[in-house]
């Protein structure tokens, strides 16, 4: 009898056609292939779908949807000031606005893996362009703070497609490749970052932020319309006839059965709660600390940003190769010791150069926690839950999201009622969020001396 574990990474070929939850077409012959909850089988077929062909695709729909996104929280303490919103309602209005998308979005998450498998992965990641056009057409034409809030709340309905994408893209992605593919399709995202602020700057800075916003709808209307066209469904090896909620409790089964995999979950919220306590603050702060012309404030906040954005960018791909070559037990608690001491210099970063620096210094790590963590999902996760289960690694970093920006705020509010935290009132979020950090570093480091270099 073969003393194989149920799952490694040498357990299965990423090249196999595979079921709608990701069952290898080999396993459907094999006599002990394992049982698909509510499918019968039917032939299978070769992959449709070129991996480099979705890598190219995922890269864009990152990019536009990241730029687009990244434009709401660079500009947004700006556009608030021309909605007339009180100087002192500001910080509020900016963490409630960063929450907002949530409020939809995080009970709508986990069902998206199990839509993906039931109705179609395909379907699930082309409505989120055509939402985002729809949200930054409403946005563009806010004539208020109620509108705009509106707006930001139909980004609950763009959030799920993120690990569907990275499901797909596993599934026919050779398995020497798996780090580096999901390292180069996530860093669509800083690259989208990277462009967006300095770009939206210049737009903002001529014809206006509204102007920006509905470039950014008719963007992402164009990437709707591309990703339909690229995208083909992957064949079936097995029909799905399983409900929505059974396909939503084997996800959560496949989580629990390994123990590691809760942890990573645990890792991800807290690295992105405390990267997210200070991230809509630091427009207010480059702002604070300019003291050229008013006029060109949005030009430095987006140069900066955008700065940031090109070093994540750049050294994504590059953590996730580092991590298929050295480990990404490794990777991990280095980038999050780097994280931390960058988020601490931002709290006490004594004029605009030194926050610069360590605005920039953060983007050369922060991709990396993502990316490792993604991959380690992927590796650790059973095939034919893979779907739902990336998927379901969203939720730590969205309720972070959620929950980080309106904490922040609040912290912004108790501080300012404190005489002698008045004048530092703005940093508050940043030192919470170097404390938030240093609990994930902790917490990584110990999964990542008990996991060595086992990754599966």
Excluded at 124 to 141: D, H, K, N, P, W
Excluded at 329 to 348: G, Q, S
Excluded at 373 to 381: C, E, G, K, R, S
Aim: glycine share 10%; aromatic share 8%.
């Amino acid at each position: 009898m073969s003393t194989r574990p149920a799952f490694s990474e040498d357990a299965y070929d990423p090249r196999e056609p595979r079921g709608p939850i990701g069952v290898p077409a080999s396993a459907v012959a094999r006599s002990d292939a394992p049982p698909i909850a509510g499918g019968q089988a039917v032939p299978a077929a070769r992959h449709r779908n070129d991996w480099h062909v979705l890598l190219l695709l995922f890269i864009l729909a990152g990019v536009v949807e990241s730029q687009a996104f990244g434009h709401l929280s660079a500009f947004t303490p700006i556009f608030l000031q021309q909605l007339r919103v009180p100087h002192d309602q500001i910080a509020g209005w900016t963490g409630i606005m960063s929450a907002l998308a949530f409020v939809i979005g995080l009970p709508l998450l986990p069902f998206w893996g199990p839509w993906a498998e039931r109705y179609g992965r395909k379907l699930i990641i082309v409505r989120s362009a055509y939402v985002e056009a729809v949200l930054f057409t409403i946005v563009g034409l806010s004539p208020n703070v109620w509108v705009l809030a509106a707006g930001r709340l139909l980004g609950g309905f763009v959030l799920g497609n993120t690990g569907v994408m990275l499901a797909l893209l596993a599934d026919v992605t050779p398995r020497r490749r798996l780090g580096l593919a999901v390292g180069i399709a996530s860093a669509g995202f800083p690259l989208g970052s990277a462009i967006g602020p300095y770009l939206g700057g210049l737009v903002v800075q001529g014809a206006g932020i509204r102007t920006l916003l509905i470039i950014d709808a008719a963007l992402s209307g164009v990437m709707g319309i591309i990703l339909t066209l690229g995208i083909r469904e992957e064949p079936r090896v097995a029909a799905v006839t399983a409900s929505v909620g059974t396909l939503l409790r084997q996800a959560v089964n496949a989580i629990m059965r390994s123990p590691r995999v809760p942890r990573l979950f645990v890792v991800y919220f807290c690295a992105t709660y405390g990267l997210s306590l200070a991230a809509p603050f630091a427009p207010i702060v480059l702002q604070r600390l300019y003291l050229g012309p008013a006029a060109a404030v949005a030009g430095v906040i987006g140069l900066t940003l955008t700065t940031a954005g090109i070093a994540m960018a750049i050294t994504t791909p590059l953590w996730g190769r580092l991590g298929d070559l050295i480990g990404r037990w490794r990777v991990l608690p280095i980038c999050l010791l780097a994280l931390l001491a960058a988020l601490a210099a931002e709290a006490v970063a004594p004029s605009l150069p030194w926050l610069q620096a360590a605005i920039v210094g953060a983007g050369l790590f922060q991709g990396a926690v993502g990316t490792t963590i993604i991959a380690l999902l992927a590796l650790l996760t059973p095939p034919d839950h893979r779907t739902s289960v990336l998927n379901f690694s969203l939720l730590p970093s969205q309720l972070a999201w959620f929950f980080a920006p309106l904490t922040g705020a609040g912290l912004v509010a108790l501080a300012g009622g404190v005489p002698a935290l008045a004048p530092l009132a703005i940093r508050v979020p940043f030192a919470a969020g170097a404390v938030v950090l240093a609990i994930a570093l902790l917490l990584a480091a110990r999964l990542s001396a008990r996991s060595g270099t086992l990754e599966t």
